[in-house]
């Protein structure tokens, strides 16, 4: 049945959208000095009314309770709308309840598909300048200058009222050479892929999705397998449980690459995510989280991987550094955060895994436990314009303390941070930090190098 509005309910119906300007007229019998032009035109190009087959709206025809029902279900469908025309709307469908009611399924129907499907992403521009690249540590100290343009988008649609299917998309482009030099050169990546839905009182994920530690201190990257969380992690006790495969090929354990000669007569060697000629690891792990107040709150994470493969190496005088082997390991976190007093929150976690007897390029054993701690001043938030935060933050993280942490520039050195985060417009960002410390091992035969780093970056928020 085709919807018939008269041109005073336009008028009516026209400030539940929130709307002042006029889209394009697509009725031929709405001329554009009628005082209800926009009105007509704006509802039309919303979806809430439509015409005739032949083009005309008939805006003097009566209109049946039940078609002006439709329009208030579409009218209440819309999401953006204020709090004083929300509550136009309501006494609207409590005029029209019963009719709204008659409609039944599709009015639900309606509600649902105006969300069914949500993109959103970030935009970022970077510039990195300072010793020890600011994104993988290199092995040799010198004036490393990196900047690039990253592009992340997310899309999230409803398969049904319980599951929702999510999918995250990078690209990033390097301004210096002028490529697309991550994930290793493609021009497009997908790096998240899964589904959410709930299971036991809890919530399952299924897929390659983002596995984080209680801190981010063990982990911060893609894992393709399964995870259940349950409990509100704002709120009492919460958990998760996590089994799969860590995604990224040809990892090392922190980023971290060492100087010497391998048994094959390679230069350099890691401790590699995985067994030997495997592309990734098994990982699996526990999390607990429990809120001792609003304000604080403690966490611990357990992690197992089932191979950290090193390579036969050797130093620059021909010593022999490490044997070969592919042992497992096993891995904690255990954190703290808590407002200390107005606009003043303190974070610190502690990780150590038990792989030891690894050595570095020097032959110092490789460090297995790292510290991280942070001091927050205020709190910014991407819909304040002119919020900011300014924090300092110290850390000694040994590289077999880690696998991917959340700032993976801090792993396998030692040292203090200090920077500000701003939003000078709604949906964007400024951080800037700076970076002062040396390694914890050695990558090199000179011995362990001191570590600056300077970034700037701005994120816009889609």
């Known amino acids: 049945m085709k919807k018939l509005l008269g041109l005073s309910t336009a008028a009516i119906i026209m400030s539940t959208a929130g709307v002042v300007s006029a889209a394009s007229n697509p009725f031929s019998d709405v001329p554009a000095d009628s005082w209800a032009y926009d009105a007509v035109a704006t509802l039309s190009a919303d979806g809430v009314i439509d015409g005739y087959p032949d083009g005309t709206y008939k805006g003097g025809n009566t209109m049946t309770r039940f078609e002006m029902a439709q329009i208030v279900a579409r009218a209440m469908a819309k999401t953006d709308i204020d709090k004083a025309d929300k509550a136009l709307v309501d ?38 300048d300072g010793d020890i690249n600011a994104t993988n540590p290199n092995q040799r100290k010198g004036d490393d200058i990196a900047s690039h343009a990253h592009i992340e988008s997310w899309i999230k649609g409803k398969v049904n ?19 697309i030099t991550a994930y290793n050169g493609k021009g497009f990546h997908v790096n998240k892929i899964y589904m959410e839905g709930p299971l036991f009182d809890g919530t399952l994920k299924a897929g390659r999705y983002g596995e984080f530690s209680s801190y981010g201190r063990i982990i911060d990257t893609e894992v393709a397998g399964l995870e259940w969380t349950w409990g509100d992690p704002n709120e009492g006790l919460s958990g998760a449980l996590t089994y799969g495969r860590l995604s990224h090929d040809e990892r090392n354990m922190a980023g971290t690459t060492f100087e010497g000669t391998t048994k094959d007569g390679a230069d350099s060697y890691g401790i590699k995510l995985g067994a030997d000629g495997k592309k990734a690891g098994e990982y699996t792990s526990a999390r607990l989280k429990y809120n001792f107040s609003p304000v604080t709150a403690m966490g611990v994470t357990y992690g197992h991987l089932d191979n950290l493969t090193v390579e036969e190496s050797y130093a620059a005088d021909g010593s022999l550094l490490n044997k ?33 007897g690894v050595y570095d390029s020097v032959g110092d054993e490789i460090k297995t436990d790292g510290w991280f701690s942070e001091l927050r001043y205020k709190k910014h938030d991407i819909k304040d314009p002119g919020s900011f935060a300014i924090f300092a933050n110290y850390r000694n993280v040994g590289a077999l303390s ?26 964007t960002t400024i951080e800037v930090f700076y970076i002062n410390g040396s390694q914890v091992n050695a990558t090199t035969s000179d011995g362990a190098q001191d570590v600056d780093i300077f970034r700037a970056q701005m994120e816009f928020y889609f």
């Open 91 to 128: 006494k609207l469908a409590a005029e029209f309840a019963e009719e709204l009611d008659n409609l039944g399924v599709r009015v639900a129907e309606l509600e649902k598909k105006s969300d069914n499907v949500i993109f959103t992403g970030t935009a970022r521009l970077r510039y990195d």
């Open 161 to 179: 009222d319980d599951w929702t299917a999510i999918g995250q998309v990078e690209t990033e482009y390097n301004m210096q050479t002028d490529s």
């Open 324 to 356: 070969y082997s592919d042992d497992g390991a096993d891995i904690w976190e255990i954190g703290l955060n808590t407002t200390l007093a107005d606009n003043l929150t303190l974070m610190g976690a502690y990780t150590t895994s038990d792989r030891d």
């Open 402 to 427: 880690t696998i991917d942490a959340t700032v993976d520039y801090t792993e396998n050195i030692k040292g203090w941070t200090i920077g500000f985060d701003y939003v000078p417009i709604e949906n």
